[in-house]
């Protein structure tokens, strides 16, 4: 598994592609939005992982044997501490294709996870009047 720079993660695109409803991705990709990328090759990708705080991403083959044992490493060494220590109790998810739902509970065994498809905004107060 090898992380990578936004620099070097135009070869994400198709890819991410069908999670492009969440510009987030595409932030993170274009280097605008601090965010973890992480791949089975650098410049030949056939999966991912992109994280931001607590918004995870995985796309591409979910059946790589040697990426998803890097990524479980991963997601019980690092990812699944740091959510902790920032009061996380659900892990928060989005995938494509859907095989990768019958990967999770290898990927996160015994986490609470929830699949989200979409992210609402909503403005409670305008910090200037427009009118």
Not at 3 to 12: G, N, R
Not at 53 to 69: I, Q, S, T, W, Y
Request: hydrophobic content about 35%; proline content about 8%; overall charge neutral.
């Amino acid at each position: 598994m090898f992380e990578i720079s936004a620099s070097s993660a135009a070869c994400l695109e198709p890819l991410c592609s069908p999670l492009n409803y969440h510009l987030v991705i595409a932030s993170i990709l274009a280097g605008k939005t601090p965010g973890e990328i992480f791949t089975d090759h650098p410049s030949r990708p056939q999966a991912a992982w992109i994280n931001f705080k607590h918004h995870c991403f995985l796309v591409g083959a979910p059946d790589l044997p040697d990426f998803n044992r890097e990524l479980i490493g991963y997601i019980n060494q690092h990812y699944i501490p740091k959510a902790r220590t920032a009061g996380q109790e659900v892990l928060l998810f989005d995938y494509q294709p859907a095989a990768w739902s019958k990967y999770l509970e290898q990927l996160i065994p015994g986490q609470q996870r929830r699949r989200y498809q979409r992210q609402y905004f909503s403005c409670q107060s305008l910090q200037e009047d427009w009118y």
